[in-house]
């Protein structure tokens, strides 16, 4: 999506107390440069008038059933998901797994548009996947290395050397079975035969059994 599109969330909520008043803190936050995360809002807001927004009702809110709708606009101020450095430009980025909840066996995918800036003869390709456990310690469940350009005939369908130029890639896999219930860190780090980085790329999700 891009600034400016409109989005709407939508559900039933079904009240089991009567709701008299509350907040709601909303969050926009930005992995800039995969290094350091950017805050674009932290605000509270009133729960009541919220509640008016979406389900035309005031506070107190009697149990019951209720049907709402939310609709916004996404923020103008918000960047692109984008990769870029002296060697390659990774725009266009997306899956179906970002902040998603998901079950071992579920299929995901990763897809952008990649401008080599420079030839690429070989590299290699960083893979882990790390969960909290109990909240106080990270168990790592995968950190493994790859031949990048096997990677890239899997996700491109071209070999290294792989000569400047524009590529369409789409990186599909399974949830592994092995993975326990909980939140998980997915993280791949490419480098070039010089080992220098080529991209990062982090996404956090939750897993359910």
Known sequence: MKPGHKVYFKGIITLKKEFK???MNA??????????????????????DISVSVTGKYCPLKPGLYHGIYKDTIPSVL??????????????VSSNIFGQTIKPGHKYYFKGIANIKKELKWGIMHSTITHQFKNYVNLTFEDSKYN????????TG?????KPGIYHGIYKDIIPSFLWPGKYIFKIIGYNGDNVELFCAMTEVNVEK
Not at 148 to 155: G, K, N, P, Q, R
Not at 158 to 162: E, N, R, V
């Open 21 to 23: 008043w509350g907040i």
């Open 27 to 48: 969050k926009i936050t930005h992995q800039f440069k995969n290094y350091v995360n950017l805050t674009f809002e932290d605000s509270n807001y009133n729960l009541c």
């Open 79 to 92: 960047w692109p998901v984008t990769i870029t450095n002296d060697f390659v430009t990774i725009t266009n």
């Open 148 to 155: 990048l350009c096997d990677i890239s005939v899997f996700v």
């Open 158 to 162: 071209k070999y290294c050397p792989l």
